[in-house]
């Protein structure tokens, strides 16, 4: 089993509504994301996944994104966009095209709302 990766990055605003401190107050981060294809390589082309079209599909859904107030946006509208259901998002985003390929088994989705704190979400593509 082979595990292929990407990073990426988005700069978004949010507040948190319900008992979070003065993160109910509007602020912004720079959110880190990295993506984790876990699956067997294909021996005809030598490789578990294109590298380049996984980092390009996951800047396709971080430009989504980028200098957003998230919780304008309609994937927050009724839930906080805490870093946990910003992970979730984005593996959701990413799996319709990722499950297409046979040799994939599971994707990680690992998003860091600053240094020191990051929530992770993963899954199967089958």
């Known amino acids: 089993m082979y595990s292929l990766g990407v990073l990426?990055?988005?700069?978004?605003a949010v507040h948190?509504?319900?008992d979070?401190?003065?993160a109910c107050r509007l602020h912004g981060h720079t959110y880190q994301v990295e993506v984790v294809l876990r699956g067997k390589k294909d021996q005809r082309r030598g490789v578990v996944y294109d590298i380049g079209l996984l980092k390009e599909e996951l800047d396709r859904v971080l430009k989504v994104l980028h200098y957003y107030h998230l919780n304008e946006l309609k994937p927050f509208k009724d839930i906080n966009p805490t870093v946990e259901n910003i992970a979730e998002y984005i593996f959701h985003q990413?799996?319709?095209k990722l499950s297409t390929e046979s040799n994939l088994e599971d994707l990680c989705v690992k998003v860091w709302e600053n240094s020191f704190a990051y929530a992770v979400f993963?899954?199967?593509?089958?």
């Open 8 to 12: 990426g990055e988005f700069e978004a």
């Open 16 to 18: 948190m509504v319900g």
């Open 94 to 96: 990413l799996t319709p």
């Open 122 to 126: 993963d899954g199967s593509l089958r």
């Open 20 to 22: 979070f401190g003065d």
